[in-house]
């Protein structure tokens, strides 16, 4: 884009209509302060049209992995462009589809082979759990209505990812519309903490204990591996997620893990069930898998799952499918971004990130009005004492003065957190917790 001539009067003219025309997401109108108009992007940072820098220390809602305008995504995607930019996906086929689904199930572990495209992180988990809903009901068996999710879990924004996501605090005006879902604790974990071990014992009794008395009525059980980013980057242990999918799959229940956010290299490996050595029955992705380019997800299924679909009948069929599915622009940068995994060595940097992250948490650890602080990967998080909830007032001041110092950091409640792309450099990262304590510094006065 060539710069406006006039940067001011061009900004005003884009907020002014932005204002009258645009509904954003998560947002409060009335109150919301002006948004940012940005015209450019690259790396790990962010830039308006007066050049001002803004560096992205959440991956723009955790897509961005490699960085912004990535020279080798940018001529995927435009080489792409130039052969056909989309088909029906019903009929139809084309090799940037095939490629990356057999890409996919050969860094998935086990016989997680059959990969379902969708367009985003919540149409991912509504085709995980319909599938998993249909998988009974082809099997013979439609009592099982009943899905279990986790305390704090966020899975989205359409209906059934909703329900799943109803122990988040984020979608009680909706409660009267939700599925049928039973709420488990998660036991988060945190530096020095000392009391994990009896909240996963209570975590795991109370799934045996559901599993042992309502075990017919239920089809699936989700969970973000790991970690449960938008509940407030809370960490658990690979040893609980193990046992935990020992206990539901051990039950025959379908284990669903929604690695929207964790997956493509966040919490250190490519995929966090990776750490926990299990193959849940269905995985959905989105986010990082078109590092950030394009809207598009799927949703993966063992083959024992895709074969109770198959029949003579379209009635045994998954009657599912969006407009965009399967995108061959969104697929191409998808697999372009694979490589770029192998070519720039990405989860060393994730290691070098996960490094430094560590380094900060003495600091972070040493502080009375800072508590539970937590890495994982490239999530460095802790929570600030007495700061509220999601949109609190406190949390508002926060993200707004980060913003005025070129910082993209946004509290989620008490929580602060970093999540930056793996390309972000050393000086960078210094930038970033430098701009991050003396934030909490001003915020804990
Ligand atoms: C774990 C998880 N699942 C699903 C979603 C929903 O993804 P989307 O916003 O792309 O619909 C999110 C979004 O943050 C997420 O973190």
Redesign the pocket.
């Known amino acids: 884009m060539t710069p406006p001539d006039d940067p001011t009067a061009w900004t005003r003219d884009i907020i002014a209509r932005d204002r009258r025309h645009v509904w954003h997401p998560f947002t409060q109108h009335q109150t919301e302060v002006e948004p940012i108009v940005l015209t450019r992007a690259k790396d790990a940072s962010l830039f308006d049209a007066d050049s001002k820098e803004i560096l992205d220390l959440i991956s723009s809602?955790?897509t961005c992995t490699h960085g912004h305008s990535h020279p080798k995504l940018n001529e995927a995607l435009a080489r792409q462009a130039e052969n056909f930019e989309h088909v029906m996906f019903a009929g139809f086929t084309h090799q940037p589809a095939v490629d990356l689904a057999t890409a996919l199930a050969r860094l998935l572990p086990g016989d997680l082979n059959r990969v379902f495209y969708s367009d985003?992180?919540?149409?991912?988990?509504e085709v995980a759990l319909k599938i998993a809903y249909q998988h009974w009901v082809n099997c013979g068996d439609s009592r099982r209505r009943v899905l279990l999710a986790f305390d704090g879990g966020?899975?989205?924004?359409?209906l059934g990812?909703m329900s799943l996501g109803r122990g988040s605090g984020f979608f009680s005006v909706f409660r009267d519309l939700m599925a049928n879902v039973c709420v488990l604790p998660f036991p988060c974990t945190f530096e020095d903490d000392d009391a994990v071990e009896g909240r996963e014992a209570g975590a795991l009794s109370g799934c045996e204990a559901l599993l042992t008395e309502r075990g017919q009525e239920i089809a699936a059980l989700i969970i973000?591996p790991l970690l449960?980013?938008?509940g407030g980057m809370r960490i658990c242990r690979p040893s609980f997620l193990k046992r935990l999918v020992e206990l539901a799959q051990g039950a025959g229940i379908v284990v669903i893990f929604?690695?929207?956010?964790?997956g493509f290299g966040r919490t250190g490996t490519l995929f966090a069930m990776e750490q926990a050595d299990v193959v849940p029955d269905l995985v959905?992705l989105?986010?990082g898998l078109t590092a950030g380019y394009m809207?598009m997800?799927v949703t993966v299924a063992r083959d024992a799952l895709f074969e109770s679909f198959l029949d003579d009948s379209f009635d045994r069929a998954l009657p599912h499918g969006h407009s965009f599915t399967a995108n061959p622009l969104a697929c191409a940068v998808g697999l372009r971004s694979l490589a770029l995994f192998e070519e720039e060595n990405t989860l060393a940097r994730i290691a070098g990130i996960n490094a430094r992250h560590r380094e900060m948490l003495t600091v972070l650890s040493s502080r009375d009005d800072l508590v539970r602080a937590r890495v994982l990967g490239s999530i460095l998080a802790v929570d600030v004492k007495d700061a509220g909830a999601y949109q609190s007032a406190k949390s508002l001041t926060l993200k707004a003065w980060y913003l005025s110092q070129g910082l993209n950091i946004r509290p989620l409640g008490q929580t602060l957190y970093l999540m930056p792309p793996y390309c972000i450099t050393d000086e960078e990262l210094t930038r970033a917790y430098a701009g991050l304590m003396e934030g909490v510094d001003r915020f804990s006065r």
């Open positions: 809602w955790w985003d992180g919540s149409t991912a988990v966020y899975h989205g924004d359409t990812a973000e449960q980013g938008a929604d690695e929207v956010a964790t959905c989105s986010k809207p997800a």
